[in-house]
Structures are given as C-alpha cells and as structure tokens.
C-alpha cells in the first residue's frame, strides 16, 4: 500500500518542506567540493568533518558487533569481507557525517548546557552510592567503550541535533486526506478470483536424471552445494564451574574479618538526612535567614527574597552534599535544626528537616554475602592457578593434551565444525562461545591460540586439529538427494511450460473453463477478496498468486505458484465499496502514511547533504583499517580460481 502511494508523497505537499530546507543551503556554500585526493589518516571527509583509522574501526566494529547479536553467531574475518560489512559502515557514515554537518551549517547545534544537561541525567554516569553524576564514574564508562569525553560530547550533539530536526520537520507534519483515501480504497478494494491448478501429476513424470545430467546440476548448483571450511578442534576450558569443587574448602575466619572491616562503611547503611541550603552574602543575611526559617518561614520564601535559588537535598548522606565542608556541618545539626554554616564555597544557613539514622551491618549479618564473595574469590583464584600451569607446561614443551593434564583440566574435542557452529550433519551444535570459534578460525592447521578471556571469570585455549577445505560433496555421496531435487525441478519446468501455453489461450478469448476441462482441472472462485482478508487466504493460496490477484487488470489471464501447484487465473468484478468504513480507514492511516512521508522526507534530505558537499569516502583505507585485503588484491584472489576453471 504504501508503495503505490510513493508517486503521491514525491507531490507539492510532501516536497514543500525539502524545498524550503535547500533553500537554506544557499547561503552556506553547499556546492564546495571536498578533498580531490584523500590525505593523512581520513578515511571520510564531510565538510569540516572527518572520520579516521581509529574511529571508523570502531564504528565497524560497534556494527559488527550488532549483527553477531542479531544472528546468535560469530562473523568471521572471511564471512565479513565476502559480504562487504566495511563498505555497508562506510557509507552509512559517510551520510551520517554528511547530514550532521548539514545540521549544523543551519545553525542546528546543541549549546553546552543542553549538552552537559543531558550528559549528567544519564544513569550510566551516576555514583552508584550518592546517585549523582559523577565524573570518573563518566570517565570510565566512556573508556570501556573506547571513548573519550571529546568523542562522546561530539556524538551526542550530532543526535541531539537529529533529534530536534527531526521534532521540527515532523511537528504539525500530515499528509493530506487523499493519501488517507487512497489508502481506503486500497483496503476496501474487492475482486472476485478464478483459477485452476495444475499439480505435479497434470505433466508426465521426467525419467531419471544420467550422471551426466547430476554432474552439470552440481554445476549450476556449486555455491548452494559447496559445504563451508570445517576443522576439529581440542578445546581447554578453564571455568569456575570446573574450578568449584578444588575451592570448596573452608572460610578461613581472618579473611572473613578481614573483608567485614573493609567492607563495612559500605554494607552499613549511612545515615541520611533531609535539609535545605540558602546560599546568603554574609553574616548579618545569615542571622536574618536564621531567625526567619526559626519563625517556620518557608525556605524558599526567605530564598526568594534574598535573591537565590535553595538547594534541597532529600534523604542524602553526608557524600552527596556538594559543599563537603558544610555537609560535615550539617549533619552535626539536630532535626528541625536551623544553624549558619561555613563551606568551601561560601556561607549558607541549612535547616534540617528530618534524619534517618543510619544502621550498622554486624559480622554475623554479613556472613552468608562475604563468604560467598570469598568463595569466588578462591574460585577465580584456582581458574587463575589453573591456566599459569597450563601456560607454563605448554612452553615447557608438553603438549595440548600433557599440559591440560598437569593443570588438572580435561580436554574436550569437537568437530568437524563450520565457523557458524554447525557440524557436518548439518546441526547446530549448542554451548559452544562463538569466541571461541572466532579463535579457532584465525589459527593454522596445527596452531594453538593463546588463553583467552571468555567472560564470567571463564577462560580457554583452543588448538585446530585439522583443516577441512571448503569443498562441494561427490556424486555418489548426495546422489538420492540431488537426483530428488533435479526431479523436481524438471516438473516446475514442464507445469511452468504447460501453465504458459493454458495462459495463452485463455488471453487469445478461450474461457477459463474451457481452458481448465481440457487440462483435466476444475475452476475454483474465491469472491470478494479485500487486501484486509487476504491474510486469511495466505496458507492456501500463497502471497504469489495473491500479489498478481490485486496486480493484474480484470480479464488479465496470468498463472503464478500455489503452495504445491501452479495456478492459472483471471479476476473480475473489481469494486469498491465506499461508505463509514472508508472514511474510518482513511482517517486511521493517515498517521502511518505521514510516518512514511516523513521516512522518506529524512532519506532525501540526507542524500541531498552527502551530494551537495561531495562527501570524500577512501575505500582502501577503509578496507586497511578492518584488516581486509586491499581492493587489486582481493580482486586478483577471486580471479585466481575463475582463471584455473
């Protein structure tokens, strides 16, 4: 339906908007060429913009990283390069850059304190024991994402400033009441249709395909057929699972205590209390303060007149007072206390309002959490243990088998395996990290990999047994399989024939009927057939005989295929009925076709930026900094084997 509204959304209406939006450009000078020839580290150039080794891996990496997520299984080096992911994350930000720069020539840019506004109500950079922003709890979350705060405020501004173009382009933004009407019509349009099925046994059956036949089958079929890399592997895991029952002795009562005083302050709960700051000038607006708030005036009464904001704090510790000086202060006052205090940032008066006093966790309290944190203490201790007397037997010379034996692990073979995890049977085989597969597929025939981080306080190291090439099964091998499927294949030839030369006639002025007696088939009609109830008719008729149901003209003779069969069909009969339900339709799509108007709006603008500024993208070194082959070289590779045919 909304495609075949696409020529309306290209009208005045919908353009009206781009229009005013490239007429914006004009002053900015849009036309500027970029780089003729890309220099230094930039793999993209937008304008002021640019994108270098650095931030485009990580953007590839941010990218492939989702796409594993989404299909359950690792992306191998080859996998990646075979389906162009650089190229996909070069041009994607390639206009990314090119539309954010666009922003912001129209004077679309975020201040600094929208910036920073945003940046502290993030939940991620919040102290976890005083619940505010807190700037190395920033500094680190932004680091373990390989960010700098620089790289993340310049992230930020671009989606913001998205955002806000977005809000303004869409704001007030819908499509006129034609295009909710055609979207009527295109609900409520009915058509009676007919047609005949030609089964399997409408055509003689082919005879057995010769070897000759399955050989140029295989041929035609080779990257279907063709069975992927596989190899065995001898996996060494290390795991606290494996490791639990070497450190499942005693709790040694000194370590316990231990932990206890060093973990006390932050088991027991703080008091905290709930108090108002007024910031005041000096001691004479101090006491003034004072006695006004002793005479229960409202705080922000006496703020209000002494020209300030109060600062309220509700059911804070003593930390999470900005001012440490007068939060120390503070909280020697009483509740219901008012008193003038002196900080490191100037002098207030605090009235405190109520205390919850704080609650000290005991030994015995704490036992079960310490212990089990001891636990796994002694658990990733062991694990730790375990991989150094690996490591050290295996550069000692022992091998894969000898060392994990001195470690006091067990080995654990698996494969043939592809590096999507499935096994030569065609299954897949469950449990196994696809980092671990990731690994294995990096390594030679005979290579070990060195012991890797798994997660969870888990490790391995895997060793590739042996190498099974890429290769398309023999004949004699697939031979029942394959000879079933060149068989049917033949059929769909011959009912595709048949259905051809039975359409024919039934264009040439033969009835539908006649046509199906002298093919030995009956007509069947299905009235009254609406884009709204087709859905119910989706399992028997299949989406290829109702696209060409509500594609073809009335009397149109066609044939498309049925689940089993192949249909031969006209429809009649189109109407349309008009009344309550249409204007219903009509008003109740006119949400979804101005989110598809306004899709399409963002789409245009967006290639419209990458063109005016002649968007600079380097395809080599996009490749280079993903570690790909370079273009000539790639090239070469696959030419290599097309050269040897």
């Given at each position: 339906m909304l495609a075949a509204i696409r020529n309306f959304a290209k009208s005045w209406p919908a353009r009206i908007l781009l229009i005013i939006l490239a007429i914006s450009f004009v002053g900015w000078g849009a036309n500027q060429s970029g780089l003729a020839v890309m220099s230094g580290d930039h793999i993209i150039k937008a304008g002021s913009r640019t994108v270098g080794t650095l931030a485009f891996r990580r953007e590839y990496d941010t990218y492939k990283k989702r796409m594993e997520e989404q299909a359950g299984q690792p992306i191998t080096q080859e996998l990646a390069e075979q389906n162009r992911l650089d190229t996909v994350v070069l041009n994607g930000l390639a206009t990314r850059e090119a539309f954010a720069e666009m922003l912001s020539k129209v004077g679309i840019r975020p201040s600094d304190k929208l910036i920073l506004d945003q940046i502290q109500k993030i939940p991620a950079f919040f102290d976890p024991i005083t619940g505010r922003f807190d700037k190395k709890t920033f500094q680190q979350r932004l680091g373990e994402n390989g960010l700098t705060p620089k790289a993340f405020d310049a992230v930020l501004r671009d989606e913001m400033a998205t955002q806000h173009w977005a809000v303004a382009v869409q704001n007030g933004l819908a499509v006129p009441r034609t295009y909710g009407g055609l979207a009527a019509v295109f609900a409520l349009e009915s058509r009676d249709l007919s047609y005949f099925a030609l089964t399997p046994q409408s055509v003689p059956q082919p005879a057995a395909p010769t070897d000759a036949q399955l050989t140029a089958f295989i041929n035609e079929n080779k990257a279907q057929l063709t069975r992927p890399e596989m190899r065995v592997l001898t996996i060494v895991p290390f795991t606290p699972q494996t490791a639990a029952a070497a450190a499942s002795g005693p709790i040694d009562p000194a370590e316990l205590e231990k932990r206890y005083n060093f973990r006390k302050d932050t088991l027991s709960q703080p008091e905290t209390r709930t108090l108002v700051q007024i910031p005041v000038k000096d001691q004479a607006a101090a006491q003034q303060a004072v006695a006004r708030l002793q005479k229960g005036e409202a705080p922000a009464a006496v703020a209000k007149s002494l020209g300030v904001d109060p600062v309220t704090y509700e059911d804070k510790p003593q930390s999470a007072i900005a001012d440490r000086k007068a939060g120390q202060a503070a909280f020697k006052l009483q509740a219901g206390q008012v008193g003038a205090v002196q900080g490191?940032?100037?002098?207030?008066?605090?009235?405190?309002?109520?205390?919850?006093?704080?609650?000290?966790?005991?030994?015995?309290?704490?036992?079960?959490?310490?212990?089990?944190?001891?636990?796994?203490?002694?658990?990733?201790?062991?694990?730790?243990?375990?991989?150094?007397?690996?490591?050290?037997?295996?550069?000692?010379?022992?091998?894969f088998a000898e060392a994990a034996q001195k470690a006091g692990?067990?080995?654990?073979?698996?494969?043939?395996?592809?590096?999507?995890?499935?096994?030569?049977?065609?299954?897949?085989?469950?449990?196994?990290?696809?980092?671990?597969?990731?690994?294995?597929?990096?390594?030679?025939?005979?290579?070990?990999?060195?012991?890797?981080?798994?997660?969870?306080?888990?490790?391995?190291?895997?060793?590739?047994?042996?190498?099974?090439?890429?290769?398309?099964?023999?004949?004699?091998?697939?031979?029942?399989?394959?000879?079933?499927?060149?068989?049917?294949?033949?059929?769909?030839?011959?009912?595709?024939?048949?259905?051809?030369?039975?359409?024919?006639?039934?264009?040439?002025?033969?009835?539908?009927?006649?046509?199906?007696?002298s093919a030995g088939a009956a007509v069947v009609r299905v009235p009254g057939l609406t884009r709204r109830t087709a859905q119910s008719q989706q399992q028997q008729l299949g989406g290829e005989v109702l696209g060409r149901t509500f594609a073809s003209k009335p009397g149109e003779a066609w044939f498309a295929r049925l689940p089993n069969a192949i249909a031969v069909g006209q429809i009649s009969n189109v109407r349309v009925e008009a009344g309550p339900a249409a204007a219903q339709i009509a008003e109740a799509n006119r949400g979804e076709l101005t989110q598809a108007v306004f899709r399409e709006m963002g789409e245009a603008a967006q290639a419209y930026a990458r063109t005016k500024l002649k968007v600079k993208v380097d395809a080599e070194k996009a490749r280079a900094a993903v570690g790909f082959a370079p273009l000539a070289e790639a090239k070469s590779e696959k030419a290599a084997p097309e050269k040897a045919k």
């Amino acid at each position: 339906m909304l495609a075949a509204i696409r020529n309306f959304a290209k009208s005045w209406p919908a353009r009206i908007l781009l229009i005013i939006l490239a007429i914006s450009f004009v002053g900015w000078g849009a036309n500027q060429s970029g780089l003729a020839v890309m220099s230094g580290d930039h793999i993209i150039k937008a304008g002021s913009r640019t994108v270098g080794t650095l931030a485009f891996r990580r953007e590839y990496d941010t990218y492939k990283k989702r796409m594993e997520e989404q299909a359950g299984q690792p992306i191998t080096q080859e996998l990646a390069e075979q389906n162009r992911l650089d190229t996909v994350v070069l041009n994607g930000l390639a206009t990314r850059e090119a539309f954010a720069e666009m922003l912001s020539k129209v004077g679309i840019r975020p201040s600094d304190k929208l910036i920073l506004d945003q940046i502290q109500k993030i939940p991620a950079f919040f102290d976890p024991i005083t619940g505010r922003f807190d700037k190395k709890t920033f500094q680190q979350r932004l680091g373990e994402n390989g960010l700098t705060p620089k790289a993340f405020d310049a992230v930020l501004r671009d989606e913001m400033a998205t955002q806000h173009w977005a809000v303004a382009v869409q704001n007030g933004l819908a499509v006129p009441r034609t295009y909710g009407g055609l979207a009527a019509v295109f609900a409520l349009e009915s058509r009676d249709l007919s047609y005949f099925a030609l089964t399997p046994q409408s055509v003689p059956q082919p005879a057995a395909p010769t070897d000759a036949q399955l050989t140029a089958f295989i041929n035609e079929n080779k990257a279907q057929l063709t069975r992927p890399e596989m190899r065995v592997l001898t996996i060494v895991p290390f795991t606290p699972q494996t490791a639990a029952a070497a450190a499942s002795g005693p709790i040694d009562p000194a370590e316990l205590e231990k932990r206890y005083n060093f973990r006390k302050d932050t088991l027991s709960q703080p008091e905290t209390r709930t108090l108002v700051q007024i910031p005041v000038k000096d001691q004479a607006a101090a006491q003034q303060a004072v006695a006004r708030l002793q005479k229960g005036e409202a705080p922000a009464a006496v703020a209000k007149s002494l020209g300030v904001d109060p600062v309220t704090y509700e059911d804070k510790p003593q930390s999470a007072i900005a001012d440490r000086k007068a939060g120390q202060a503070a909280f020697k006052l009483q509740a219901g206390q008012v008193g003038a205090v002196q900080g490191d940032l100037g002098l207030s008066v605090v009235k405190i309002v109520s205390v919850v006093p704080g609650r000290e966790v005991t030994l015995e309290q704490a036992r079960p959490m310490l212990e089990a944190e001891l636990r796994k203490d002694m658990v990733a201790e062991k694990v730790y243990a375990q991989t150094q007397a690996f490591d050290d037997a295996h550069q000692g010379g022992a091998s894969f088998a000898e060392a994990a034996q001195k470690a006091g692990v067990s080995t654990q073979t698996i494969g043939p395996i592809s590096a999507q995890g499935v096994d030569d049977q065609g299954r897949q085989l469950q449990g196994l990290p696809p980092k671990i597969l990731e690994t294995a597929f990096a390594l030679p025939a005979g290579g070990d990999s060195e012991i890797t981080e798994l997660g969870d306080g888990a490790y391995f190291a895997v060793r590739v047994e042996k190498i099974v090439p890429a290769s398309v099964p023999p004949l004699a091998e697939i031979r029942p399989m394959l000879t079933q499927a060149w068989m049917r294949r033949e059929i769909v030839r011959a009912l595709e024939a048949k259905a051809t030369a039975l359409t024919a006639r039934v264009q040439k002025g033969e009835s539908l009927e006649a046509v199906a007696a002298s093919a030995g088939a009956a007509v069947v009609r299905v009235p009254g057939l609406t884009r709204r109830t087709a859905q119910s008719q989706q399992q028997q008729l299949g989406g290829e005989v109702l696209g060409r149901t509500f594609a073809s003209k009335p009397g149109e003779a066609w044939f498309a295929r049925l689940p089993n069969a192949i249909a031969v069909g006209q429809i009649s009969n189109v109407r349309v009925e008009a009344g309550p339900a249409a204007a219903q339709i009509a008003e109740a799509n006119r949400g979804e076709l101005t989110q598809a108007v306004f899709r399409e709006m963002g789409e245009a603008a967006q290639a419209y930026a990458r063109t005016k500024l002649k968007v600079k993208v380097d395809a080599e070194k996009a490749r280079a900094a993903v570690g790909f082959a370079p273009l000539a070289e790639a090239k070469s590779e696959k030419a290599a084997p097309e050269k040897a045919k």
